[in-house]
C-alpha cells in the first residue's frame, strides 16, 4: 500500500543521516571533499485489460500507477543511493506495494570497489534467460512484466587490468514475490473460487544459516570476455509447490498451500564475443539441488545478435535469437511431472527471438517472442512506443500465450491482454 507522507519523509531522513556518517568516515580517511546529490523520479501509469476469451463477457482491468523515486548522494570515493516504488493498482489490491528497490552503500578504492545494503546485482549476458543470474528478486505478482528488486547483500569487486573478481555475500534469504490469489490472474495455483492458506514453515529463516554466497571471475583475452560462476544459495522460487486440502469455509474449499526453497550449488560459465557486426554469447550452469528425489539438471543459452544500423533508410534494427536448453541428468524429470507446472523449469527446449525497431528519435517497436520446442507452447509480446518529448513516452502493447494444459504457457493461455501507458521521467 501506499505509504503516509511521514514514512516516506522518515526514509529520506535515514538516507541523509547514514550520508553525512559516511561522509565523515571517508573525510577522517583523508578522503578529498566534493560532496554533491542527485534526486530523480519516475513515473508511470499502465491500463491493462485481460481478454479472458471473451472481452464482453469476463474481461479484467488493471489501472497501476507507479513511482521510482531516487536519491543519490556522493562524494570522490563514496556514496549512497536510495531508490524506492510505490505502485498502487486501483482495481486489485493485491498488487499494490510499496518497497525499497535499492538502498546502499558504496566505497570505490584504487582497484575495489565496496557495496552494502538492498543492491540490484546483475551476472550473466544472455536476455531474459539467465541460468548465472542468481543474486536478484523479482516481483512475479505479473509475470510478463515483472520488477527487479535488489537484496540486501556485501558485495566487494577487485579489478585489475583484464581480470575481475566478484563476491557476493547475502546473509538473509527472501523469496521472490509471487501470488497464490486466485483473483490474480498470474497467480501460481489454479484459479477457482477457494479459499487457501499460505504455510511458509519450508520456507528458510531469516538468520545466517540462510546466507547465500557468490565468486565471480571475469577475464577478457583474444576479444572475449568470458566469466566462471559458483554459487551456493536456495531457490528464491519455490523449487516446488505443494497444495493439500484441509478443510471447508462457507461452503468452498481450503486448500493449504505448501513452497518448498531447497539448497542449491551452482557452477556457471558464460561468455561474449564479437566477429564483426555479428556478436555471440552464451551462459551455461550447472545445478546440484540438495534434496533427495531432485537430479542435478544443467542449462544453457546460446545467442546471437546483431544492429542493423541503416536497416531500411533511417530506420534501425536490432535483432537477438537465443537458444535455450534446461534438462535434467536423472529422476527430476520424474519429480517434476508428478508435482505440475515448476516455475523453476518452464521448458525443455526453446528459442526466443527480440525485435527493436527504431523507426526514428520518436516512434520504436519491441516484439518478443518465446516457443517452447517440446510442447509447442508460445508467448509473444509487442510494444510500440511514441517518445514526444525525452521526459515523455506513450506506449500501447499486446500479450499473447498459448499452450497445452501441463505447461507454463497453457496455464496462462487466458490471460491475452492489452495494455497502454505512459512514462514520465522526472
Not at 74 to 82: E, I, R
Not at 111 to 127: F, M, R, S
Not at 135 to 156: H, M, N, Q, S, V
Not at 390 to 418: C, K, P, Q
Amino acid at each position: 500500500m501506499i505509504p503516509k507522507k511521514k514514512e516516506a519523509i522518515s526514509i529520506y531522513f535515514i538516507c541523509i543521516s547514514v550520508y553525512i556518517i559516511l561522509s565523515a568516515v571517508t573525510i577522517h580517511a583523508g578522503v578529498a571533499k566534493g560532496n554533491f546529490y542527485d534526486f530523480s523520479a519516475k513515473v508511470k501509469y499502465d491500463f491493462i485489460n485481460f481478454y479472458q476469451d471473451n472481452l464482453s463477457r469476463d474481461s479484467l482491468q488493471w489501472n497501476e500507477l507507479s513511482v521510482y523515486p531516487k536519491l543519490q548522494l556522493m562524494n570522490k570515493n563514496a556514496g549512497f543511493t536510495a531508490e524506492g516504488f510505490l505502485r498502487k493498482n486501483f482495481n486489485y489490491e493485491g498488487r499494490s506495494l510499496y518497497t525499497m528497490k535499492e538502498t546502499y552503500a558504496n566505497l570505490s578504492l584504487e582497484h575495489i570497489e565496496l557495496k552494502l545494503g538492498k543492491q540490484i546485482i546483475n551476472w550473466g549476458v544472455a536476455d531474459e534467460i539467465k541460468p548465472t543470474d542468481y543474486f536478484k528478486r523479482y516481483d512475479y505478482t505479473d509475470i510478463l512484466r515483472k520488477e527487479e528488486e535488489g537484496i540486501f547483500a556485501f558485495r566487494a569487486t577487485y579489478q585489475l587490468g583484464r581480470a575481475n573478481i566478484d563476491f557476493v555475500w547475502a546473509p538473509v534469504f527472501d523469496t521472490d514475490r509471487i501470488s497464490y490469489d486466485h483473483k490474480n490472474p498470474w497467480a501460481v495455483v489454479p484459479r477457482q473460487e477457494i479459499s487457501f492458506t499460505l504455510n511458509n514453515e519450508h520456507k528458510p529463516a531469516m538468520n545466517l544459516e540462510a546466507s547465500q554466497f557468490g565468486l565471480r571471475a571475469g577475464f577478457e583475452q583474444s576479444g572475449i570476455d568470458y566469466s566462471f560462476t559458483y554459487i551456493y544459495g536456495i531457490d528464491r522460487l519455490p523449487t516446488f509447490i505443494d497444495t493439500q486440502t484441509v478443510g471447508i469455509v462457507e461452503g468452498k474449499p481450503l486448500v493449504e498451500v505448501i513452497p518448498f526453497h531447497e539448497r542449491i550449488h551452482l557452477f556457471g560459465a558464460d561468455w561474449n564475443k564479437s566477429f564483426s557486426t555479428w556478436n555471440f554469447k552464451g551462459e551455461a550452469a550447472y545445478v546440484i539441488t540438495e534434496h533427495p528425489e531432485i537430479s542435478p539438471y544443467f542449462r544453457v543459452v546460446l545467442g546471437i545478435d546483431r544492429n542493423f544500423s541503416r536497416f531500411w533508410s533511417n530506420t534501425e534494427l536490432y535483432v537477438l535469437a537465443q537458444y535455450a536448453i534446461d534438462k535434467f541428468t536423472g529422476k527430476g524429470e520424474e519429480f517434476v511431472k508428478k508435482n505440475g507446472v515448476n516455475f523453476n523449469h518452464l521448458f525443455r527446449q526453446a528459442v526466443t527471438l527480440n525485435f527493436d525497431m527504431k523507426v526514428s528519435e520518436t516512434y520504436s517497436l519491441h516484439i518478443k517472442g518465446i516457443l517452447d520446442l517440446e510442447k509447442g507452447g508460445r508467448l509473444v509480446q509487442s510494444e510500440f512506443r511514441w517518445k514526444p518529448r525525452d521526459s515523455v513516452v506513450a506506449y500501447i502493447g499486446a500479450d499473447y500465450l498459448d499452450g497445452r494444459d501441463e505447461t507454463y504457457f497453457g496455464l496462462f493461455r487466458n490471460n491475452d491482454r492489452f495494455l497502454a501507458g505512459v512514462r514520465l521521467d522526472l
